[in-house]
């Protein structure tokens, strides 16, 4: 298990930009693929973003692909999501997320199994 916790959410006009960042505590951060999900009212979670234990790869939901921009910094222990040109579908509750095994790529939010306590973004018109 991994213990995350978001920081960064709140309320943005529609085609502004927001940072999310999300802080780990385990030596062992590097060695997980870290992943952005995100939950709206009444919806299931959604997969956005995933990057590699290394940061050199990076993977996109098709909803937010050439918008959003996932990376890490394992010095630190932090992974940041940029979103950008947001839209009032992007509305959400924002988690970061690690699988269960490290060096696991997965898209599927039943993969993983530490999550942090998310952060609310809100996109008003």
């Known amino acids: 298990q991994v213990h995350l916790v978001e920081s960064g959410g709140g309320l943005v006009q529609a085609g502004g930009s927001l940072n999310l960042s999300c802080a780990a505590s385990?030596?062992?951060?590097?060695?997980?693929?870290m992943a952005w999900f995100r939950q709206a009212p009444g919806k299931e979670r959604e997969f956005v973003a995933g990057v590699s234990w290394s940061g050199i790869m990076t993977y996109y939901g098709d909803s937010v692909k050439d918008r959003f921009t996932i990376s890490r910094d394992n010095a630190v222990k932090m992974v940041y999501l940029q979103m950008s040109r947001l839209k009032l579908e992007d509305t959400a509750v924002y988690y970061c997320a690690a699988p269960e095994r490290t060096h696991f790529y997965s898209d599927n939010s039943t993969e993983f199994t530490s999550w942090g306590q998310g952060t609310q973004v809100t996109v008003s018109s």
């Open positions: 385990e030596d062992t951060f590097s060695t997980y693929v």
